[in-house]
């Protein structure tokens, strides 16, 4: 019993944990998998990986306050502001080429961060001038969203979750004078990390809630384990 009760645990899949911390306090884990046993230079390798990793997600996350400040500085923000002010909801040509070079910076942000699913420059009134998607640019679009952001400064909603897809949305107000003239809206693909993890290290990754618990449910993703027994040292 003793020999097969070695066996067994020789056999068992390793886990290791790293702690990502989001704007907004949400706090997420990943979990990656190895079928070997881990030697101490291994174990060394590994956790000098983990840093790594954590390293480079936690800057990802810092950098998108820094990203919605920098897009309300375009002056194409200001030449939207200014146009509406002057004609209303009819925009003039002015404003048009304004919210076409605002597309365009857009497009240029997500080329570069790939992890923004959605790029948008919203009026209070939940009107979007500017859409920016994967594969679309919209300017002066009729369509209107709920507006449900904090006006006194970065808003942070909850994870979206549509089937595996798991997202964040982040939106600062343009304001001048006080007053709230228009907001520019993110929102963050939260499995744009391990994906890249993946692809770069050859392992999975899975994303958790503080507490240990899956972000969406799937037996095979997260491996059956006990993630609240692996999360040590935790707020």
């Given at each position: ?9 020789g ?11 989001i704007?907004g ?12 046993t881990?030697?101490k230079?291994?174990?060394?390798n590994?956790?000098a990986?983990?840093?790594?990793l954590a ?5 990802v996350?810092e ?15 200001k ?9 209303g ?11 076409e070079?605002?597309a365009?910076?857009?497009q240029?942000?997500k080329?570069?961060k790939p992890?923004?699913?959605?790029i948008?420059f919203i009026?209070p ?9 994967d594969?679309?640019?919209?300017t ?13 400064g970065?808003?942070v909603?909850?994870?979206h979750k549509?089937?595996?897809?798991l997202?964040v949305?982040y939106?600062l107000?343009?304001k001048v004078?006080?007053?709230v003239k228009a907001?520019?809206f993110?929102?963050f693909?939260?499995n744009?990390l391990?994906?890249r993890?993946a692809?770069q290290?050859?392992k999975?990754?899975y ?7 899956p972000?969406y449910e ?5 491996l ?6 692996l ?5």
């Amino acid at each position: 019993m003793n020999k097969w009760l070695a066996s067994l645990q020789g056999k068992i899949m390793t886990t290791v944990c790293v702690v990502i911390v989001i704007i907004g306090s949400i706090t997420l884990v990943a979990i990656y998998s190895m079928n070997s046993t881990l030697n101490k230079q291994a174990d060394i390798n590994d956790h000098a990986e983990l840093k790594r990793l954590a390293t480079e997600s936690n800057a990802v996350m810092e950098s998108i306050a820094k990203d919605l400040q920098f897009l309300l500085q375009i002056p194409a923000a200001k030449g939207i502001i200014r146009a509406r002010e002057t004609t209303g909801n009819n925009p003039d040509e002015g404003a048009r080429q304004s919210a076409e070079y605002m597309a365009q910076t857009f497009q240029a942000m997500k080329k570069i961060k790939p992890y923004y699913r959605t790029i948008k420059f919203i009026f209070p009134d939940g009107r979007v001038v500017v859409n920016v998607t994967d594969t679309v640019a919209i300017t002066d679009s009729k369509k209107k969203m709920k507006v449900i952001f904090n006006r006194s400064g970065l808003y942070v909603s909850d994870i979206h979750k549509e089937s595996s897809e798991l997202s964040v949305d982040y939106a600062l107000p343009l304001k001048v004078n006080n007053t709230v003239k228009a907001y520019v809206f993110l929102s963050f693909d939260l499995n744009y990390l391990t994906r890249r993890f993946a692809n770069q290290n050859g392992k999975n990754y899975y994303l958790l809630t503080k507490a240990g618990l899956p972000l969406y449910e799937s037996t095979n993703e997260t491996l059956g384990l006990n993630f609240k027994k692996l999360i040590v040292g935790q707020d």
